[in-house]
C-alpha cells in the first residue's frame, strides 16, 4: 500500500536536497531531534556520516504536521481483531495498516497512551484523545475519536469525530 505521507527521514533528506542543490541518501544523513523544539516546530540536528562528500552538522527547523488535519476527510473504517477490548496501539497499528500512515509509534506516541485499554463491553461511547509525543519528528496536537459499542444503527453517532461499533468493525470518522 502506498504512504499518504512518505517516511520522515525521506521527506527530510528530499527537502534537503532540494534546498542545497544535494544528492543525499538516508545512509549519508544522521537526523536528531533537538532537545529545544517546541511543541508546534522541530530543530533537527542533520549530521554527516562517515564516507559523506560533506562534513560536519548543521540544523534545520520547520512546523510539524498537525495530525487532527491529517485524518480530516478520511472516514476511516478499521477491523480490529476484538471488540471487547483493545489498546490505543492497536487502533493507532490498524490505521496505518489501512490507511498507509507512517508512524514512529514509540517516538510519535507516549508509551503509557499506547498501552491505554480501550474497554468496548459496555453501551457507552467513550471518547479517547491520543496526543502526540514531543519526541515526533512529524506529528504535533492530538487525534481526538469518540469510540461508541454501537448496537443499533441509529445515525445520532454518525458526525465528525463519532466512531461506530457492530460486531467486529469499528468505524471512526474523525472530527
Known amino acids: ?37 517546541g511543541a508546534n516546530r522541530a530543530k533537527v540536528i542533520v549530521t554527516a556520516n562517515e564516507g559523506t562528500r560533506w562534513c560536519g552538522e548543521s540544523f534545520i527547523t520547520y512546523t510539524r504536521r498537525d495530525i487532527a488535519k491529517a485524518f480530516l476527510g ?14 490505543i496501539r492497536a487502533v493507532i497499528q490498524a490505521i496505518s495498516d489501512q490507511y498507509g500512515f507512517i508512524f514512529e509509534t514509540d517516538a510519535d506516541f507516549d508509551s503509557a497512551i499506547l498501552a491505554t485499554v480501550i474497554d468496548f463491553r459496555d453501551d457507552t461511547s467513550k471518547k479517547i484523545s491520543i496526543p502526540i509525543a514531543n519526541t515526533s519528528m512529524v506529528w504535533r496536537g492530538q487525534l481526538d475519536l469518540i469510540v461508541t459499542n454501537q448496537r443499533d444503527t441509529s445515525p445520532a453517532y454518525l458526525y465528525a469525530g463519532a466512531a461506530t461499533v457492530i460486531g467486529d468493525v469499528i468505524t471512526i470518522y474523525p472530527g
Not at 542543490?21 to 532537545?35: A, E, P, Q, R, Y
Open 1 to 37: 500500500m502506498r504512504s499518504l505521507y512518505p517516511p520522515w527521514k525521506d521527506e527530510l533528506i528530499t527537502l534537503i536536497n532540494q534546498r542545497n542543490g544535494s544528492v543525499f541518501s538516508n545512509s549519508d544523513l544522521t537526523l536528531t531531534l533537538d532537545g529545544s523544539s
Open 74 to 87: 478520511i472516514p476511516m473504517k478499521i477491523v480490529l481483531e476484538s471488540v471487547e477490548t483493545t489498546t
